[in-house]
């Protein structure tokens, strides 16, 4: 086995995303085009990894740098500027690349290659031969042909040079090789551009390979998907729902069922129990892990989530769990219109209802706020009834505090907890009171204007004019 070095380029401009962000910067599936390499790459145990970057370089960089490396070698940036081609981007890599081992050319804005493809280019490759990863377009304009002598390649002509007759070609040259170092570097110093772009072109190291007598190898897909270049926002949308079918089908096979593939988004890892349920246009981010028979209804967003065996998200749901995470209990029932923000945390049989917001708040079992309520920062106990309209008032202009409301406490509808403040065991808080003090176990605690009855009351009548 010789050692793998990847070159990723990411230098070019995107002209066609006409955004500010650079192109490899664009997300499919939540994560950057650029990310989805990376992560691929992590997967091969190279050596060394060297992203070239020009357009936004330094926005690049500190992008990559932010991602978790998931056993990747820390990867080395070299600057291509000016973007003079292909072959002038890897000519860039030279000074960082040793000169033993072989090279693998990667596509920053190509997001779906997989590991097992690229393992198959490498073994071709065996740390001897020039391999090319090819694939059969329907329709290959703009692509560099593969030419053919027999079953040898001889040449990659890019398409703005081609003869008719070559255009002809339906193979094209996806934009990955692989190709041992040294030969990779004499290669390169040897290119030019005289071509109808006036660019160096690395795929014209195909010609001095064949004219020095070495092994030029075409290795084909089938899998168009994965040799997918992103060019613009429609080339990107459509790869994002190719991307997203295949994780449909994937989440499918293991026996998730998912009201409509082609309206469901994982944007991050979605894990599933045994007999999953998913409505149609459900968003999932992040890593969300549904257990055993849990329902997820129509058109519910959920981020950074784990909710146990049994529960039920109703409808129009949005569930973020951001850095903190929520957690939902089994048999939980949510929502319609539920709202559970970060350090949500859940017992077993909570009832969380409509235009409900959760907040760093943990309800024990049984616990059930089922209309037009907050809950922000507070432990909540069993079989707490919260009624609609409550709030905790958790904040006083410059700190939050908390609020306790123990076992069996009923809350009555549009009630203010003014924290800090707890609500002792069995107590009931009287509708519409503002609590500012502790109550004590068992008590009916009121806090609201007396009542006052003023007996025939007459109205105001209108002025005769
Ligand atoms: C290239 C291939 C073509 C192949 C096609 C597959 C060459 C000369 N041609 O074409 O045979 O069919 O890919 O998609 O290689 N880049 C830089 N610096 C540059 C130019 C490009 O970093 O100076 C990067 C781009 O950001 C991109 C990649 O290289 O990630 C490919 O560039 P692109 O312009 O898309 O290549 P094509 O000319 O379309
Ligand atoms: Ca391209």
Same mark, same amino acid.
């Given at each position: 086995?010789?050692?793998?070095?990847?070159?990723?380029?990411?230098?070019?401009?995107?002209?066609?995303?006409?955004?500010?962000?650079?192109?490899?910067?664009?997300?499919?599936?939540?994560?950057?085009?650029?990310?989805?390499?990376?992560?691929?790459?992590?997967?091969?145990?190279?050596?060394?990894?060297?992203?070239?970057?020009?357009?936004?370089?330094?926005?690049?960089?500190?992008?990559?740098?932010?991602?978790?490396?998931?056993?990747?070698?820390?990867?080395?940036?070299?600057?291509?500027?000016?973007?003079?081609?292909?072959?002038?981007?890897?000519?860039?890599?030279?000074?960082?690349?040793?000169?033993?081992?072989?090279?693998?050319?990667?596509?920053?804005?190509?997001?779906?290659?997989?590991?097992?493809?690229?393992?198959?280019?490498?073994?071709?490759?065996?740390?001897?031969?020039?391999?090319?990863?090819?694939?059969?377009?329907?329709?290959?304009?703009?692509?560099?042909?593969?030419?053919?002598?027999?079953?040898?390649?001889?040449?990659?002509?890019?398409?703005?040079?081609?003869?008719?007759?070559?255009?002809?070609?339906?193979?094209?040259?996806?934009?990955?090789?692989?190709?041992?170092?040294?030969?990779?570097?004499?290669?390169?110093?040897?290119?030019?551009?005289?071509?109808?772009?006036?660019?160096?072109?690395?795929?014209?190291?195909?010609?001095?390979?064949?004219?020095?007598?070495?092994?030029?190898?075409?290795?084909?897909?089938?899998?168009?998907?994965?040799?997918?270049?992103?060019?613009?926002?429609?080339?990107?949308?459509?790869?994002?729902?190719?991307?997203?079918?295949?994780?449909?089908?994937?989440?499918?096979?293991?026996?998730?069922?998912?009201?409509?593939?082609?309206?469901?988004?994982?944007?991050?890892?979605?894990?599933?129990?045994?007999?999953?349920?998913?409505?149609?246009?459900?968003?999932?981010?992040?890593?969300?892990? =549904? *257990?055993?028979? $849990?329902? !997820? %209804?129509?058109?519910?967003?959920?981020? #950074? +989530?784990?909710? @146990?065996? /049994? &529960?039920?998200?109703?409808?129009?749901?949005?569930?973020?769990?951001?850095?903190?995470?929520?957690?939902?209990?089994?048999?939980?029932?949510?929502?319609?219109?539920?709202?559970?923000?970060?350090?949500?945390? =859940? *017992?077993?049989? $909570?009832? !969380? %209802?409509?235009?409900?917001?959760?907040? #760093? +708040?943990?309800? @024990?079992? /049984? &616990?059930?706020?089922?209309?037009?309520?907050?809950?922000?920062?507070?432990?909540?106990?069993?079989?707490?009834?919260?009624?609609?309209?409550?709030?905790?008032?958790?904040?006083?202009?410059?700190?939050?505090?908390?609020?306790?409301?123990?076992?069996?406490?009923?809350?009555?509808?549009?009630?203010?907890?003014?924290?800090?403040?707890?609500?002792?065991?069995?107590?009931?808080?009287?509708?519409?009171?503002?609590?500012?003090?502790?109550?004590?176990?068992?008590?009916?605690?009121?806090?609201?204007?007396?009542?006052?009855?003023?007996?025939?009351?007459?109205?105001?009548?209108?002025?005769?004019?």
């Amino acid at each position: 086995m010789t050692a793998v070095d990847v070159v990723v380029m990411a230098a070019g401009k995107g002209t066609r995303m006409k955004s500010r962000l650079p192109k490899v910067l664009h997300r499919l599936a939540g994560r950057a085009l650029l990310q989805h390499v990376v992560a691929c790459v992590a997967r091969l145990q190279a050596r060394r990894v060297v992203v070239v970057t020009g357009n936004g370089a330094e926005q690049v960089e500190a992008a990559v740098a932010g991602w978790p490396n998931d056993g990747l070698p820390v990867p080395v940036f070299v600057r291509q500027e000016p973007q003079l081609g292909t072959g002038h981007a890897v000519q860039q890599a030279v000074p960082v690349l040793p000169d033993d081992g072989t090279t693998l050319v990667l596509n920053g804005d190509v997001p779906l290659i997989e590991a097992a493809t690229l393992q198959k280019v490498l073994d071709a490759c065996g740390g001897k031969r020039l391999v090319l990863l090819s694939v059969d377009m329907d329709d290959p304009s703009g692509y560099g042909r593969i030419l053919r002598s027999g079953e040898a390649v001889s040449a990659i002509v890019e398409h703005k040079d081609a003869t008719e007759e070559q255009r002809q070609i339906r193979e094209v040259y996806t934009g990955f090789m692989a190709v041992p170092n040294a030969l990779l570097k004499r290669w390169l110093a040897r290119l030019d551009n005289n071509n109808a772009q006036k660019e160096y072109y690395l795929t014209d190291i195909v010609k001095m390979a064949v004219g020095e007598g070495a092994e030029v190898v075409a290795v084909k897909t089938a899998d168009k998907v994965q040799v997918d270049g992103v060019n613009s926002p429609a080339q990107l949308a459509d790869l994002e729902r190719a991307f997203q079918l295949r994780q449909a089908r994937a989440l499918m096979e293991e026996g998730v069922r998912l009201a409509d593939p082609a309206r469901f988004d994982v944007r991050g890892e979605l894990v599933c129990g045994q007999d999953v349920e998913i409505d149609v246009n459900c968003v999932f981010e992040g890593r969300v892990s =549904l *257990g055993d028979n $849990v329902r !997820i %209804g129509a058109n519910c967003v959920i981020a #950074n +989530a784990q909710i @146990a065996a /049994g &529960a039920v998200i109703h409808p129009f749901s949005h569930i973020d769990g951001e850095k903190l995470g929520v957690r939902i209990g089994e048999g939980a029932l949510i929502g319609p219109f539920a709202r559970l923000r970060p350090g949500a945390d =859940l *017992g077993a049989e $909570v009832h !969380i %209802g409509n235009f409900v917001e959760v907040k #760093n +708040a943990t309800l @024990a079992r /049984g &616990a059930k706020a089922n209309h037009l309520a907050y809950l922000g920062d507070a432990t909540v106990g069993e079989r707490v009834n919260y009624g609609a309209g409550a709030i905790t008032a958790n904040y006083d202009g410059a700190n939050k505090h908390r609020t306790v409301i123990e076992d069996d406490v009923h809350i009555g509808s549009n009630s203010v907890l003014v924290a800090p403040v707890t609500i002792a065991r069995g107590g009931t808080v009287g509708a519409s009171s503002t609590i500012t003090k502790d109550t004590p176990a068992g008590a009916l605690s009121v806090a609201r204007g007396k009542q006052v009855s003023i007996p025939n009351w007459e109205r105001p009548k209108k002025k005769a004019k």
